[in-house]
């Protein structure tokens, strides 16, 4: 069968990295946001890596991702689930605790898909996607953002598609945010944003410095890990009190999703 929804855009490439997770454990079930990211790139081909946050799964008994099934052309057949199953002991958390980033080896999942004659849809977030030294220097404080997720679980559940939604930097991305390799967006997130692949997405045009360039362009900028919430008293009831959220994301950055990345590919002994 041949996909009525082939791959021909950025945009559409965006949808088709990432993949709702679930997790059970001492905290019940958590739902959020993983996505795949090239671990290693050799000659002969490329090492997928799955990412998401470190609350997720941590301590998890085992969970499950969910994809897509692939024509033989590699593009999704909408709506045709395929089901992934993983352990608490195939994560990797990120070295630093403050860093709630945590990563698995996709290949194993894929190889016993292929086995069993099932093939999935997705691509990988690039680390040539990572913002360059000069590229950098072109961020101002407050920029254009694009992240890819399950806010709250929502998805089209008949396609098996994500949401995307757009925001601002609030903060300067070359900076460390509270002294953490993270930066904050002025956008909506929610439980189920968690793990959701942050990006600078130009399409058509896009600007470097003074110079406005002609094409597209997508860099990876991090993965959303939690919304900031401020709390505070009911006036009706002080003794409950409330969370308000603050349409603020805290995102951390792709330098600390390599770390995390080459922490779990060091475990496993391949090299990049």
Not at 171 to 199: C, E, H, K
Not at 218 to 246: C, I, T
């Amino acid at each position: 069968m041949k996909s009525g929804f082939p791959i021909n855009s950025t945009a559409r490439a965006l949808l088709f990295c990432t993949a709702i997770i679930q997790s059970d454990g001492p905290r019940g079930r958590q739902t959020g946001t993983c996505f795949f990211y090239e671990a290693s790139e050799t000659t002969e081909h490329n090492i997928p890596a799955l990412v998401t946050n470190r609350h997720i799964v941590e301590e998890c008994t085992g969970g499950t991702i969910r994809l897509v099934r692939a024509d033989d052309e590699g593009n999704p057949l909408l709506g045709q689930e395929v089901t992934v199953k993983f352990s608490g002991e195939d994560w990797t958390h990120h070295p630093s605790s403050r860093v709630d980033l945590s990563v698995a080896a996709a290949g194993p999942f894929l190889n016993a898909l292929q086995a069993q004659g099932q093939a999935v849809c997705f691509r990988m977030v690039a680390r040539a996607m990572a913002p360059s030294e000069s590229q950098l220097e072109t961020f101002d404080v407050f920029e254009s953002i694009t992240f890819v997720g399950y806010p709250n679980a929502l998805h089209d559940r008949v396609n098996l598609t994500p949401i995307g939604r757009r925001g601002f930097t609030a903060t300067p991305i070359q900076l460390n945010y509270g002294g953490d390799p993270s930066f904050l967006i002025d956008a909506s997130v929610f439980r189920g944003s968690s793990g959701s692949p942050v990006f600078s997405l130009s399409d058509g045009v896009y600007r470097e410095g003074n110079t406005v360039i002609t094409g597209d362009r997508v860099l990876f900028l991090g993965v959303v890990a939690r919304a900031h919430l401020v709390k505070g008293a009911s006036e009706l009831a002080p003794e409950l009190g409330y969370e308000q959220m603050l349409d603020l994301g805290v995102v951390f950055n792709w330098i600390s999703v390599e770390e995390a990345v080459r922490h779990k590919f060091r475990e496993l002994d391949i090299s990049s």
